[in-house]
């Protein structure tokens, strides 16, 4: 198994400088949601969620 580094988004001090909703925000807006969402939506027989 190959191992397979990826650089960081935010070093640990850019985020103490951050205030908190703009560190949120900084950490939720690189974080693709769309294939989360789909498959919450998805329709299934045990599934709770309606569209």
Avoid at 25 to 46: Q, R
């Amino acid at each position: 198994m190959s191992i397979i580094r990826q650089g960081s988004l935010f070093s640990i001090q850019d985020l103490y400088d951050l205030e908190p909703t703009q560190r949120f925000e900084a950490i939720f807006s690189t974080i693709d949601i769309e294939p989360i969402l789909f498959s919450l939506s998805k329709k299934t027989n045990h599934s709770y969620l309606k569209n």
